[in-house]
């Protein structure tokens, strides 16, 4: 497993952007393909985004596609995560997680066995 540890929350207005951040320790993320993942209030976690271990190959929500774009930099073993025109409905608490398979990317919560403690994203009208 990985440690990972995110940054870059915050509250906004709606239509801004954020950009959240993640960085793992201990072993690093080598080989992790990695993902975010949100839960809003009184609802269950769900997929948000992933990218694979090269960083050649992401994969969205279809909510979030086209407004948040999932990155990352071995170099600093980290993730990234630039969301744009955030929406009302985007409030949530954000979490990383890291996948040992890095390829093909998956969006079952089960498949990730390392997670983040979660960052507060809130958007406001």
């Known amino acids: 497993q990985v440690q990972l540890v995110e940054s870059g929350g915050g509250s906004v207005q709606v239509g801004a952007s954020l950009r959240l951040s993640c960085t793992g320790s201990g072993r690093g993320i080598s080989g992790y393909a990695l993902g975010w993942f949100r839960q809003a209030p009184g609802k269950a976690r769900e997929y948000v985004a992933a990218v694979s271990w090269s960083g050649g190959n992401t994969d969205y929500a279809d909510s979030v596609k086209g407004r948040f774009t999932i990155s990352r930099d071995n170099d600093k073993h980290s993730v990234y995560l630039q969301m744009n025109s955030l929406k009302p409905e985007d409030t949530a608490v954000y979490y990383c997680?890291?996948?040992?398979?890095?390829?093909?990317?998956?969006?079952?919560?089960?498949?990730?066995?390392?997670w983040g403690q979660g960052t507060q994203v809130t958007v406001v009208s």
């Open positions: 997680a890291g996948d040992p398979i890095g390829w093909p990317l998956r969006s079952a919560i089960d498949k990730y066995d390392s």
